[in-house]
């Protein structure tokens, strides 16, 4: 789901944690864990990162428990190419890989590569692909995102896609439908997921469904309770052999209330317990028997023009946990769970940050919104 970037006349002083500085020695905590904690984003001045047009101005950088490296002085450039900016990382066996643009010397344009194990893969796509993520579908790599068409009655419409490097590039089926939102993918035991949200006749009469494709074989479903969708589902994810997503939808077109549904299967499983009738999801993780959702509520952050502003939000199993919020606007957009410990990515005011059991820690260099994407807890390698 795009994010309605928020305005401000001055930045909102950040008062979390900072967090460890890059190049930090190893401790002896190093030593002895069994999970590494791996953040992805961007480092630069601005106000904004990832995927934006001045993106170029930004580094993709990783975080491993703290410590920053730059991807592209880690990784060097595809062969014929000047630049390699990262837009995704995901792991393989414990194991970094990346998704990038490679741009040529003195050239705007941009072909997408994978890298791993050393290798750079030309993805044959190019700027018409759109918010492009990286997954690993049973050690294979696996790029999902959207293209956009037109129909005859001049509506834009989004279709899936996803490439690997055996069967190249597949566009995915809309089944008769249009759609407007893509957002959200994962890929568990060889199998490939999208959520997003589809609609019949007009966009602006609010009578969508949520849509999951599996390998690309499209299922649709409508918000509870006779209810009204324009986001569809906004996070899918699958643990045991479930399928989860997560819906926002309202009783009634807006300003209703937004409703939070999680789904289990294709069937709605609980409701997230917000008083807030703005809130917003975006991620989720499972963890067992408990579900963890993310996003932004609790908007008690007044301006001089009345206005509030929702800050960072985790659920656990419908209830909302104890966090650092840093009296700023902000929210959450990627969870992880490792022995009952949750970690999260996302926004807290302008800087990118991480929050480990709720404690959040800024990541030095990350200024701008969305500079800190994805959390990822990974088995120690010694």
Same mark, same amino acid.
């Given at each position: 789901?795009?994010?309605?970037?928020? @305005?401000?006349?001055? @930045?909102?002083?950040?008062?979390?944690?900072?967090?460890?500085?890059?190049? %930090?020695? $190893?401790?002896?905590?190093?030593?002895?864990?069994?999970y590494d904690v791996y953040a992805f984003g961007w480092v630069g001045d601005g106000t904004s990162a990832g995927g934006t047009e001045?993106?170029?101005?930004?580094?993709?950088?990783?975080?491993?428990?703290?410590?920053?490296?730059?991807? *592209?002085?880690?990784?060097?450039?595809?062969?014929?190419?000047a630049e390699f900016h990262a837009t995704d990382m995901a792991f393989v066996d414990g194991r970094p890989v990346f998704l990038g643009r490679a741009?040529? #010397?003195?050239?705007? !344009?941009?072909?997408?590569?994978?890298?791993?194990?050393?290798?750079?893969?030309?993805?044959?796509? &190019?700027? &018409?692909? #759109?918010?492009?993520?990286?997954?690993d579908?049973?050690?294979?790599?696996?790029?999902?995102?959207?293209?956009?068409?037109?129909?005859?009655?001049?509506?834009?419409n989004l279709r899936p896609l996803a490439w690997t490097k055996d069967r190249g590039t597949e566009i995915y089926d809309l089944n008769g439908f249009k759609c407007n939102e893509i957002n959200g993918a994962v890929a568990d035991n060889g199998n490939i997921y999208v959520c997003g949200r589809?609609?019949?006749?007009?966009?602006?009469?609010?009578?969508?469904?949520? *849509?999951?494709?599996? #390998?690309?074989?499209?299922?649709v479903f409508r918000a509870p309770d006779n209810g009204k969708?324009?986001?569809?589902?906004? %996070?899918?994810t699958v643990s045991g052999g479930n399928t989860y997503a997560l819906m926002h939808s309202q009783d009634d077109v807006p300003p209703s209330a937004t409703r939070l549904t999680v789904w289990k299967n294709g069937n709605p499983l609980m409701t997230i317990d917000t008083d807030d009738p703005n809130a917003t999801a975006t991620c989720m993780a499972v963890d067992g028997d408990d579900i963890y959702v993310g996003g932004s509520a609790n908007s008690t952050i007044p301006d001089d023009t009345g206005n509030s502003y929702g800050m960072p939000a985790i659920?656990? #199993?419908?209830?909302?946990?104890?966090? !650092?919020?840093a009296g700023v606007f902000g929210w959450?957009?990627?969870? %992880?769970? *490792?022995?009952?410990?949750?970690?999260?990515?996302?926004?807290?005011?302008?800087?990118?940050?991480?929050? *480990?059991?709720?404690?959040?820690?800024? $990541?030095?260099?990350?200024n701008g919104e969305n500079t800190v994407v994805k959390v990822f807890c990974v088995p120690a390698r010694r």
């Open positions: 789901m795009r994010k309605l970037i928020i @305005l401000m006349a001055a @930045l909102i002083s950040v008062s979390c944690i900072s967090g460890r500085k890059s190049g %930090a020695r $190893q401790t002896a905590d190093d030593k002895t864990r069994k001045d993106g170029r101005e930004y580094k993709s950088v990783y975080w491993k428990n703290g410590v920053r490296t730059v991807i *592209a002085d880690a990784v060097g450039t595809p062969e014929g190419y741009y040529e #010397n003195g050239r705007d !344009d941009f072909s997408y590569f994978t890298y791993e194990d050393g290798k750079f893969t030309d993805t044959g796509l &190019n700027e &018409n692909l #759109n918010e492009p993520r990286l997954l579908a049973g050690g294979e790599l696996v790029v999902v995102g959207w293209t956009s068409v037109t129909d005859k009655d001049g509506t834009m589809v609609y019949r006749g007009s966009f602006n009469d609010y009578d969508g469904y949520g *849509a999951v494709w599996k #390998n690309g074989e499209i299922s969708t324009m986001f569809g589902f906004t %996070a899918i659920w656990k #199993n419908g209830k909302a946990m104890d966090m !650092d919020r959450i957009n990627s969870i %992880a769970v *490792a022995d009952g410990k949750v970690y999260a990515t996302g926004n807290a005011g302008f800087k990118g940050a991480v929050w *480990a059991d709720g404690k959040c820690a800024v $990541q030095k260099g990350a």
